[in-house]
């Protein structure tokens, strides 16, 4: 399984932008999946978790700002980003837990200028 992300771009400081995660292949049944991110100078920290209940957790900077959404099972989950902060600024990555181990994409880079 292969997952490809999208959506990044570069925004101003209270912008929006909507992450999409893609798998090369339907990924049949509900996985827990969600969004890391790497911001320059720190370890790549979790952003938001979704479950197999759907109950999403989420990173306390996160703050209200963002919401993960299961979609189908070509796109695991998305992740919808508003107020976005130049603290922000950072490659995202998507991930599914499949198991026998978690899928990664290559990430999309999110610029958030001030």
């Known amino acids: 399984v292969k997952l490809e992300e999208s959506g990044g771009g570069s925004v101003r400081t209270g912008e929006s932008l909507t992450l999409s995660c893609v798998a090369s292949e339907m990924l049949f049944g509900v996985w827990p999946a969600g969004w890391y991110r790497q911001v320059p100078g720190k370890q790549r920290e979790l952003v938001a978790h979704l479950p197999e209940s759907g109950i999403a957790d989420y990173a306390d900077f996160v703050r209200d700002r963002f919401t993960i959404i299961r979609v189908s099972a070509e796109k695991p989950v998305i992740l919808q980003m508003n107020n976005l902060e130049p603290e922000d600024t950072g490659v995202y990555y998507c991930?599914?837990?499949?198991?026998?181990?978690?899928?990664w994409g290559q990430g999309t880079q999110v610029t958030v200028s001030s």
């Open positions: 991930y599914v837990d499949m198991g026998e181990g978690a899928y």
